[in-house]
């Protein structure tokens, strides 16, 4: 039952993203980012926690997921650290993904080459 959860929550947000592609002027890049702001506004409103808590990886792998952490990591770093956490927060909790994403951004810049659009 865990796996259906997440397969359709994950796939709810995809078919969001996929709905705002087709039918706005929003470029992808646009969509990406505005993911990730929801994620952080509602982390901090508290109301991502309980869809992690019942979706599971449908709610934490996409976008929306990686600004909850964010979210989460700055509350947590203001109770220890004051306001320097507002600005080291973020960046603590989510810094293995990030770290992921460039790690496999390069090895796939060793891999493929790359072509121009023309």
């Given at each position: 039952m865990d796996y259906l959860k997440a397969f359709v929550v994950g796939g709810i947000l995809c078919l969001i993203g996929q709905i705002l592609i087709d039918k706005t002027k929003l470029t992808p890049a646009r969509i990406l980012v505005s993911y990730v702001v929801m994620g952080v506004l509602l982390g901090a409103l508290g109301l991502y926690p309980p869809l992690v808590e019942f979706a599971g990886a449908g709610a934490t792998v996409p976008l929306t997921g990686f600004g909850n952490t964010l979210a989460q990591g700055v509350r947590e770093a203001v109770?220890?650290?004051?306001?320097?956490?507002?600005i080291t927060g973020g960046l603590k909790a989510s810094a293995g993904g990030i770290a992921t994403a460039i790690l496999a951004g390069l090895i796939a810049s060793l891999i493929f080459r790359v072509k121009d659009k023309s």
């Open positions: 109770q220890e650290d004051g306001f320097l956490g507002i």
